[in-house]
């Protein structure tokens, strides 16, 4: 993680450090990303560089962190507006996150996602851990709706549909025509939910 250092920085200078950054790694892959590149557009010297961050693997892991951010507060969203409903939120953050895919900052995303294959199919999430995730989001989680039966399953149940929904929103953002993709999760998801919610919930 960034240092104190870092955040005592103008809001202004420690945005343009993450964007040059985001650039290059959605350039170029992890391993051929260069610290030079990135400090040289920052307009900030090497030095000052690791007064920030430990190495290269330190800022990259940071960006994760500011993505997985965000779909966090997304994902609190989408559960709260779905009253706690966490299939109908997954299937949401999908079509949402499709629908965005044109977006400047999400074809950023993507292309750090194509150029390192380290992030792909749900590793963007496993980088920070999904138990975290979960328990950011638990507190949304309506679980009358689900068949709990021991104290640990709806967090199992959490990490099943992050199993899930990972891979297949990676490859509805690779794809032209992303329906065959959401056609395919609607029934992977339609089967758990068919094993995971109470049977009065069920379809």
């Not at 149940?157 to 609607?186: E, G, K, N, Y």
Request: proline share 3%; charged share 25%.
């Amino acid at each position: 993680m960034p240092s104190a250092t870092f955040f005592h920085l103008p809001p202004a200078k420690r945005e343009k450090l993450l964007q040059c950054a985001r650039e290059e790694f959605s350039r170029v892959s992890f391993d051929e990303a260069s610290i030079n590149r990135i400090v040289h557009q920052a307009e900030i010297s090497r030095g000052s560089f690791y007064m920030y961050f430990t190495d290269k693997a330190d800022l990259f892991r940071y960006l994760l962190q500011c993505y997985l951010d965000e779909l966090t507060q997304m994902l609190e969203e989408l559960l709260t507006r779905e009253q706690g409903d966490l299939f109908a939120a997954f299937e949401a953050l999908f079509q949402t996150l499709v629908e965005r895919r044109g977006d400047a900052a999400a074809q950023q995303f993507q292309a750090i996602l194509h150029r390192n294959a380290g992030v792909q199919q749900g590793a963007l999430l496993r980088s920070a851990g999904t138990h975290s995730l979960f328990a950011a989001l638990s507190g949304h989680i309506d679980s009358s709706r689900l068949s709990i039966r021991r104290d640990e399953d709806l967090e199992d149940m959490f990490h099943i549909l992050v199993s899930v929904t990972a891979p297949a929103l990676c490859a509805a953002l690779s794809h032209t025509d992303p329906q065959p993709v959401w056609d395919r999760f609607c029934a992977q998801l339609d089967i758990l939910r068919r094993g995971m919610q109470r049977r009065s919930e069920a379809p």
